[in-house]
């Protein structure tokens, strides 16, 4: 029977997995509070690493990012290796590859990675890393998932929710875009099936199409029984509002899409739940939480 140990506690992710994973032999330890030296990796034929500092609005010296993202989820790897894991699975992002630019093309598992800011530049070191030690022994498999939602979801996902709940008026109308997502029972299951097949390489999770602002918008109201009125705003403004607050305007109106036909082919994978199925499960479980 596999036996997994999640590096990383209390993560959404780490959370989710070890709630909804068809494996169930699964321990989880805390980075913060354990030295290497205190983690029994020999026990365990897998390690599923999520520690991590993710992407923050708040300033923080990319030498954290890299003390982190980079160093601390080497030296977990080597000593996994060291002590006879088989597998590392590691859970980097879609931020490697940088700024979308559709000129690039739609990202692939084969893509060039040009990280552009230290959250991605972080994890693209720590995925350089983790494939020098590659051997027969030592399977390395790296999942880049793009933005994951679900139940629980907290951050941008939830903000979206609350103003779909909260307005009736949005000016999210007209956006053409294309964005893709994961939900958090589609990356589980991905997980899962690299973990069976035990295969060293790139994985890229996501739904089984991408979405744009507005069509996001629209099932997340649908699910809420909600029916705002979705203004489109006059292009200069939209131009103005990417020059003045270009993160925000970049994640409503800008595109983020991949391709993960390697991985399905590479794995035979097939997402379960649609976007949808995905969002309903996700709008259902804020309207409980909205009643307590």
Known sequence: MTKILITGANSFLGKNFAENSQIKNIDEVCLIKNTLQDISFSKYDVVLHVAAIVHQTQKIPESQYIKVNTDLCLEVAREAKKQGVKQFVFISTVKVYGEFKPE??????????????????????????????????????????????????????????????????LPLGGINNKRSFTSIENLVQLIDEVIEKRISGVFLAMDNRPLSTTELTKIIARHLNKKPLLITLPKFIVSVGKKLASSIFDRLYGSFEIDNRITRKTLGYQPKLSSDQGLKKMVLAYLEEKKK
Do not use: Q
């Open 104 to 169: 690039r093309g739609i990202w692939t598992e084969d893509a060039v990675c040009e990280p552009d800011d230290s959250y991605g530049k972080s994890k693209y070191l720590a995925e350089i890393g983790l494939k020098e030690l590659i051997d027969d022994n030592f399977t390395v498999s790296i999942v880049r998932p793009p933005l994951i939602y679900g139940v629980g979801v907290k951050a941008n996902m939830l903000s979206l929710i609350k103003l779909v709940d909260r307005f009736p008026l």
